[in-house]
């Protein structure tokens, strides 16, 4: 069976993949007493004379909410769901009706530019953190993988010619951490060419990162903007990357083609055309660049110390925290960014978040990073 066949069959067999189980067993009458009624007026009771309490004695501190409207589901667009929320405002208003039940919000396949005015309106709104996953997870992981390609291939990201292929969602995210990481020759592309301060037709955000990105106000097609250039990122469509504008790069350059489920580039074909390093975002392939690697453990550490918020610098702490599993002397063309698999990098992440978290001031409670990295690894081991 192929791909395609697999995934639907084991969806058939077990009805959906996911299932609900209870932590505490129910055998007779003394546990339902406990568990249901009478029992469970009581902590009713203590969070209403304490609403943060919530977090300690439901499972509010473990939940997160995963948000979206289908409109903008990766690598196949606007597949709508069931229940067909469209309107930003009613998104708005649903999540925040949410905050009560859970620690976090994650956004999921929303559109830009309406998902920019999503999360930030949410954001300024609410008291938990809203984390728009194909932006910021997305940003994350290819940081973190960059950090390793540039590594190995003796690069700085200081001055490494860098082209991001995409300007959506994840695309200015991936160029505004990049910038707020030290990237200072950054040159983002779209549809219409390579962006610049004063581009007639940018949303506010696009507009904004025009102004810290491309100094030199460049101007054409990918294939121009790509030669000589050292990374080239894609979150843009498949198959946009051909071996003329992979071969037409700097020596040792760094590919990631990162469009789902195709990618600009397989990474037999990146490697064939002379990358150095390359990468996509699928799991049959080395160096996947995926936010899978990003989203357990940045919710972990941001609801263990009940921050706010994940902030830019829980962004970056996060990235360098996956990136810093990897001792240099571990680096190898097909191994820049550790496995999805490894045990290390939700608690990792998670202990990097939370100490960040703590030392911006976006924290409720002050929790020992390596308890949090400790209770995670554990988490993982059961």
């Given amino acids: 069976m192929n791909i395609r066949e697999e995934a639907l069959k084991v969806r058939q067999e077990h009805q959906g993949i996911l299932g609900v189980a209870a932590k505490v067993p129910l055998k007779n009458r003394q546990d339902l007493s406990i568990l249901y ?40 667009g606007d597949i709508g769901p069931e229940a067909g929320l469209k309107d930003p405002a009613k998104i708005i208003e649903t999540v925040k009706l949410l905050q009560p039940s859970f620690a976090g919000i994650n956004l999921e396949d929303l559109s830009s530019p309406k998902c920019y005015d999503i999360e930030d309106t949410l954001k300024k709104e609410m008291d ?59 040159v983002m592309v779209d549809i219409h060419g390579a962006l610049y301060d004063g581009m007639p037709g940018l949303n506010r955000v696009q507009a904004e990162l025009a102004k810290n990105t491309n100094k030199d106000k460049k101007q ?61 975002g699928r799991s049959d392939a080395p160096n996947q660049v995926n936010n899978v690697t990003v989203f357990p453990g940045i919710f972990r550490g941001a609801m263990d110390v009940r921050a706010r ?60 990073p390596e308890e949090i990295r400790k209770r995670t690894a554990a988490r993982i081991g059961r």
């Fill in 309 to 368: 918020q994940i902030n830019e610098e829980m962004k970056l702490a996060a990235a360098y925290a996956i990136a810093d599993l990897l001792p240099e002397k571990d680096l190898r063309e097909d191994f820049v960014v550790v496995d999805a698999f490894d045990p290390r990098v939700a608690p990792a992440v998670a202990a990097a978040v939370a100490k960040t978290a703590i030392e911006t001031g976006v924290a409720r409670v002050n929790v020992d």
């Fill in 37 to 76: 009624t009478p029992g469970v007026a009581e902590p009713c009771k203590d969070i209403k004379a304490n609403k943060d309490l919530s977090f300690e004695i439901t499972c509010r501190g473990n939940m997160v909410a995963v948000v979206t409207d289908g409109t903008r589901v990766l690598g196949l």
């Fill in 128 to 186: 938990i953190p809203v984390f728009h996953d194909d932006q910021h997870g997305t940003a994350i992981a290819a940081l973190s993988a960059l950090i390793g390609a540039l590594r190995f291939v003796k690069k700085d990201i200081k001055t490494a010619r860098i082209i991001v292929n995409g300007a959506g969602a994840a695309g200015t995210a991936i160029g505004r951490l990049l910038v707020n990481a030290g990237a200072a020759n950054l």
């Fill in 220 to 280: 054409g097609t990918l294939a121009d903007l790509a030669k000589g250039a050292d990374v080239l990122i894609g979150v843009s469509g498949p198959n946009l990357f051909t071996k003329e504008i992979i071969a037409s790069m700097a020596k040792d350059s760094i590919v990631f083609g990162m469009a789902n489920p195709v990618p600009e580039t397989t990474y037999a074909d990146a490697k064939a055309a002379g990358a150095r390093v390359a990468g996509t």
